[in-house]
């Protein structure tokens, strides 16, 4: 089944990914659901990398894990800052850039 | 050739531009020094450029363009900084610059104390610089701009004393009704363009008596619609209106506009382009009649009045007639000749009727003058000669000219008896209205002794004196005009002599001089006879026959009215509740859309969801 | 059989990493969702492995499962996680649709005829070289060395920007006036 199996996983773990990302309000279950897409796409990335015969895929996927990790420290650092003042989680509740 | 002649025109433009950059700094006697010497210059190349074409051979004297500058060169179509030098052009050059140039040095003393003194030349200048352009033109495009320069160079004069009301609304009317003259020409000028494919006169003349049979439509248009500029422009029936208030600017004014040169431009349009009024022979008696009932019509209302400027100003009116009456029966070159004697003698009775006013510290009721003739001498004598010119007065210039108009109006293929027994009314109206005027003023006892009237100076009197020289002996002019202005028209207007005609004319003449010194020299039980034999008539005719108030009920009441109307209603109700409302609408719809903008992450990470999904869509099936 | 094996052991892996994710996104408490993420990339990792990528595997286990989930974790002690409670409101329902479509078309284009997935040249042997440290290291530091190098840039700028961020004003905002 090959390659087909593969896509088929990485679309499923992408949308589920992005449903859990629309859905859910608290930010940092929204952080990891992010994570899950781009989970996603590594999976896609380095199983195609094996198929093509070409190292191209394996280094992208490295440089997404790189830049996922500064993302989501930093992501993390704001809604640190943001809790400090509000003393809640709910991104409902950050609607300050209203109309 | 003739590429200097362009120099005529220059100077006194240039005279306009600097006595408007810096007159105002200069003293009274440099800036009217400046301001003649432009217009001396003028008259100077003239001569020169007259000189030369004299000597030309008269086949040669003909279609001399000089061009200066291409402005507009699209396609077939060509427009040209160019002016015509033909005898034409040259005689009316000769006018403009003589008379105007004896004006100019006139004004130096009229106008002088006067704080606005530069300002009134450089005006001046800019109005003799219009008429240059106007008869120099070498296509309808160049004649509608000077045209409407003269305009407005007219506007500016007449209500050059700003703070006087009436001076103001004077001008306002003469252009409006100028105006309207101006919208007939450009509108000729359109389809001409139409038919021709060119402006220029030269190749529109040339090409009109092969394209178009006589009295076709399009023929009388064109010529219809030049005729309502040239009606405009010279005060006949019906846009008369404005001359008689034009009185309110200066005298200098009144001489050099409204009577020697701007007025006669209409007269100059119909000449200038006779080849197309040749074609179109009901044109022509439209324009004879019309100038006959003018003449009538006017010399009437001048039996009446008693401003000494106005009565001067409703015989410009009816001289005018006279002119159109000439050009309307054939007799171009004799209606040009009379149009030069008008000049001198109008020009003459104007400026003397200034000093007379100048004299007596503004006095413009001959009621209450009289016997003027011991303190001002030589404007008395000067007045007599021109009064004696234009009643015709055998052996002075008028007398000639007049003489030919209505010898020509019997005698002409397009004459007929009816249009020479008006003329020769008109004639008689004429000599009764202006020496009425003449005994009022110099004759009798001073009616108003309280005033201290003076001679004029010599700066006034100098040109009162040339011009006096010129009406007196300027009939000796007319064999050499009708030879110099031959070729332009292509024939000799012919001359008729016939004694009896002549004599009828010159009796009826003398006799209308001759009823006035019965009613105004002597008693004055006459002239209350007179008044309460024709009182209904005579306030009829006071009144101007009411045109002006038909036109204020008919044009302008409704013309006011409807403004009012789509100022109140249209402006606020259509115009800026539309864009109001486009700006309401605006508001709105951002308002409505500002609502998607809720602020919350999740909206707008749906929103992005469903652009992948379309995006997603379009690359990848479709 | 070795096939057979293989491809039964990746999609045995497949579906827990699915399953796993189904977790991450249905459960109400933060810390279980966490833990379920981690058990994903365990998965994730495991899979890399199948497809003969040593080292992309190792660096998952140890960046991802091992620092950012870290991370998280303590981010969720620090803050606390409340449960979740769940409406059903216009939003979720246009969140499903649009979502669903999507993985529609992400289906379609994986199975349909223009956009069929290409038929993989499985190398046995180059593959054993392919996805070792050595490779890509080798790969790395030579044909997308500015990248990397870049990768690193961006990583010391995340750093410096948490400090900023995150830091605990030690010192009083106003010197109060007495």
Redo the contacts between chains.
Sequence with gaps: MGNQFLLIISATIFCIG?VG??IR?NPLI?FMCIELMLNAVNLLLVGYSGFLNSLDGQIFALMIMAVAAAEVVVGLAIILTIFRTRHELD??H?????? | MFLYAWLILILPLLGFVALSWVGNRLPEKLAGLAGCATVGASFLVTLICAGKMIGLEPADRLNHVEILYTWISSGSFNLDLAILVDPLSIFMFLIVTGVGFLIHVYSISYMKGDPEFSRFFAYLNLFIFSMLLLVAAADFFFLIVGWALVGLASYLLIGFWRDKTSAVLAARKAFIMNVIGDVGMVIAAFVIFDNFGTLNFVDVFSAAPDQFRLNDDTILLITLLLLVGAFAKSAQLPLHTWLPDAMEGPTPVSALIHAATMVTAGVYLVARCHVLYELAPYTMFLIAGIGALTAIFAGSMALVQYDIKRVIAYSTMSQLGFMFLAVGVGAFSIGMFHLMTHAFFKALLFLAAGSVIHGLNGEQDIRKMGGLRKVMPLTHITFLVGALALAGFPLTSGFFSKEAIIMSSFYSPLGNFVFWGIAVIAAGMTGFYIFRVYFYTFYGSSRSPEVHSHESPLVMLGPLLALAGLALVGGVLGPWTHEFLAPVFGVESPHYHDVMLETVTVVIGLGGILIAALIYLTSSDRLEFAKQAFAPLYDLLLNKYYVDEIYDFLIVKPTKAIGVFLEEKGEKYGIDYAVDEVGRQVRYVSSLV??W???????Y??NM??G??VV??FV??L | MFEITYDVVVFIVGTTAVLASLGVVLCSSPIYCALYLIGHMICLALLFLLYHAEFIAAVQIIVYAGAVMILFLFIIALLGGKKEVQENTL?RM??FA??F??FG??L??ATVDK?LPLEGVFDQEAIQSLGSAKAVGLELFSRHLVPFELASALLLVAAVGIICLAKYQTTPRRQKRI
């Design positions: 992005s990302f629309l309000r929204m991104v409902d950050m609607n300050v850039l209203k109309g | 500002s609502l903008q809720s602020g919350k992450v999740r909206t990470a749906l969801m469903a992948l999904v997603l869509l990848v099936f | 939003h246009m969140a649009f979502v479509i999507l078309e992400l379609l284009a956009t």
